[in-house]
């Protein structure tokens, strides 16, 4: 990801996710085996991902990849 603003919005779309699926943030990092700290770095768009990450994010909350990105990026490269 390139820009902060990005980070931020990814960011909020896991979020977003994991709460709508009922998951902790301890229970994500655990699931991932990652610290609990890291989840919430991501979370505020503290921390870039790597694919591999966003992976393991999707797989930790059971849901496909493409439910993590964020809604407006799709709507911005539609236009």
């Known amino acids: 990801?390139?820009?902060?603003?990005?980070?931020?919005?990814?960011?909020?779309?896991i979020r977003q996710v994991?709460?709508?699926e009922g998951?902790?943030?301890a229970e994500l990092?655990?699931?991932i085996d990652v610290d609990a700290q890291k989840?919430?770095?991501?979370?505020?768009?503290?921390?870039?991902?790597?694919?591999?990450?966003?992976i393991a994010l999707a797989?930790?909350?059971?849901?496909p990849l493409?439910?993590?990105m964020p809604d407006d990026g799709a709507k911005r490269q539609a236009t």
């Open 1 to 13: 990801m390139d820009s902060r603003a990005e980070l931020i919005r990814f960011g909020q779309k």
């Open 18 to 20: 994991r709460e709508r």
């Open 23 to 25: 998951i902790s943030v």
């Open 29 to 31: 990092a655990a699931r």
């Open 39 to 54: 989840i919430n770095a991501l979370e505020a768009g503290r921390f870039d991902l790597s694919f591999d990450v966003m």
């Open 59 to 63: 797989d930790g909350i059971g849901v």
């Open 66 to 68: 493409f439910a993590l």
